[in-house]
């Protein structure tokens, strides 16, 4: 397999496994939004294998657009205040909005997009999400789309980095203990 090397302790997540979990998901999806005009935001960088491929498994025409948000602070991860460094290009007022991610671990980032997707004015809004850990969870946010709960160890790959590395494997593994520096 791709990359698996000392690097990687162990694949959580197949190839296989993660498409047809997208294909499922995308079905869901095609199903509730049946008639209405659907709007895809992923939240970048993670969230750029899950669209390309769940996009692809709707047979249907979507818009996408896409944000990218980072937490304040000397934190490595996330604090709750998010600044956006890049904004949606699109106007969502009256639209049907669906973000899309890679994983919420603590449900920091999506709790305060979400809220100020919704100041927008949009139709709706709604989380997909590839994977979700639920043990990481500091508050609540509501997702209606998960691909799998996994449990709270470091995983990288298929969107999710270490030091923005292993991003492009197309599984999702753990990073070995020896790894982190
Ligand atoms: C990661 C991940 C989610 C977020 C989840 O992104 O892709 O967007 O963290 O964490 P949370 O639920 O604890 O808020 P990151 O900020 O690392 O940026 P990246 O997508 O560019 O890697
Ligand atoms: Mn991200
Ligand atoms: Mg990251």
Request: proline share 3%; hydrophobic share 40%.
């Amino acid at each position: 397999p791709q990359h698996i090397d000392g690097d990687l302790e162990k694949v959580v997540l197949s190839e296989q496994e993660i498409q047809s979990r997208l294909a499922e998901m995308a079905a869901d999806i095609q199903r509730d939004y049946e008639g209405k005009d659907v709007l895809l935001v992923g939240v970048l960088k993670g969230a750029v294998m899950v669209m390309a491929d769940l996009s692809r498994h709707l047979s249907r025409h979507v818009e996408i657009d896409w944000m990218d948000v980072s937490s304040y602070g000397s934190g490595t991860r996330s604090s709750g205040v998010v600044r956006i460094i890049k904004d949606l290009d699109a106007d969502i007022s009256g639209r049907h909005v669906l973000v899309v991610e890679d994983i919420i671990d603590t449900g920091l980032t999506l709790s305060w997009l979400v809220s100020n997707l919704r100041s927008r004015g949009p139709a709706s809004v709604e989380i997909c999400t590839m994977l979700r850990k639920p043990e990481a969870a500091k508050t609540d946010v509501d997702v209606k789309y998960v691909g799998f709960d996994i449990p709270n160890s470091f995983v990288v790959g298929y969107g999710l980095d270490y030091a923005e590395r292993y991003r492009n494997l197309r599984v999702v593994a753990t990073l070995a203990p020896h790894m982190y520096s």
